[in-house]
Structures are given as C-alpha cells and as structure tokens.
C-alpha cells in the first residue's frame, strides 16, 4: 500500500495529472480508518467503533478543561508481574482511575489477592493464622498499598466464633483485633482507592 502523500494535490497540477495520487490517497484514509471503525462503505454503522485499541502510554495522559483522557499504561504487580490496564482522567488533569484489572492478583501465598472494583476501587484480602492484634500491612503480603486511602475493613472469624475488629487503617494496612488470646485462623478484606 502506497503511504499518504500529503502534497497531493499538487496546487500546479491539473487535477488529472493527480487523479492516480488522489485515489491512493483516498485508498491510505480508507485503509486507515478501517482500524476500530466499520468501513465507510458499510452502509449500516458506518463509522462506528466495533473495538477500540489502546497503544500503551509510558504514563498517565494530560487533559484540558473540557475534555478527559481513557488510556493504557503498564502497571507492575507484586511477582513481580507487568499487565496494561485501563486508566480513565477526568478533565483538567485531576484524578486518574484504573479501570481494570486483568484477573485478582495473588500475594506472597494463595492465602493473599487483590483486585479492582469499578469506579477506581480496589479490594485486598487474605486468610491469617495469627494472635491478635496483628498489623495487617498489605506490602508484606506481596500486595500493593492503597494509593489514596483505605476506606474500611471487615475482619471475620474463620470457624473459632471469635469477635473480630479493626482500627489504625492506613494505606499501607490496618490492625486486627480479637475478643480472645492466642493465635486463631480468621478472614479480613479491606476496601480503598
């Protein structure tokens, strides 16, 4: 395919001698626009998106007052594991949301995942055996902080009938706390953006 010739036409020609450039001009856009639109020969959904391609950025994209920004960029999870996600900026370069997560990732051991809710929320929970209290800090479990703020936790006894807790959340984790002594198995999840 001949590559698009933006001097075509050529002012000093007669448009017949650019007729042969101008249809494969008309032939480069024709091509071009087939990638992620219906072909403007189809009558039916002419121009519309069957799917959009996001080439991946190598950081968050600008936007202006009255415009956002829906892109890819590579997200490095504990693993260490590397996966394009989907991010969204609302206008005027403020908040940045990641959209996606290609599946819960798991922590240091399957008693640890995370993953991503949608509207920018994210989700961390693991499976312990320890006495309490205990410092929940997520890094430690081969997950990632909150990059905001932990909005709450939930932590749940595990088959001991035990009262269980929370305080001190952070980012980086919480405290778990228990109505008994001792080392007992329990659940905890935690929500945050």
């Known amino acids: 395919m001949t590559a698009w010739n933006p001097n075509i036409p050529n002012p000093a020609n007669v448009p017949a001698n650019d007729a042969v450039s101008m249809q494969q001009n008309f032939a480069v856009l024709d091509q071009s626009y087939q990638v992620n639109h219906v072909p403007l020969s189809v009558a039916t959904d002419m ?4 799917v959009v391609n996001f080439p991946v950025q190598s950081g968050d994209m600008g936007t202006g007052a009255n415009d956002v920004a829906l892109y890819a960029k590579n997200v490095v999870y504990p693993g260490p594991n590397t996966f394009v996600e989907l991010f969204f900026r609302r206008q005027g370069n403020t908040n940045v949301s990641q959209l996606t997560s290609g599946n819960a990732q798991q922590g240091i051991s399957a008693n640890y995942w995370q993953s991503f809710l949608p509207g920018g929320l ?39 009938g035990r009262v269980y807790n929370f305080d001190a959340p952070a980012t980086t984790g919480f405290t778990a706390n228990s109505s008994a002594v001792g080392a007992a198995p329990f659940f905890w999840i935690a929500i945050g953006y």
């Open 122 to 160: 994210q989700i961390k929970f693991g499976l312990e055996n320890l006495g309490t209290p205990v410092a929940i800090n997520f890094v430690a479990r081969g997950l990632t902080n909150f990059p905001t703020t932990m909005l709450g936790a939930v932590v749940t006894a595990f088959n001991t």
């Open 47 to 50: 121009g519309k998106h069957p």
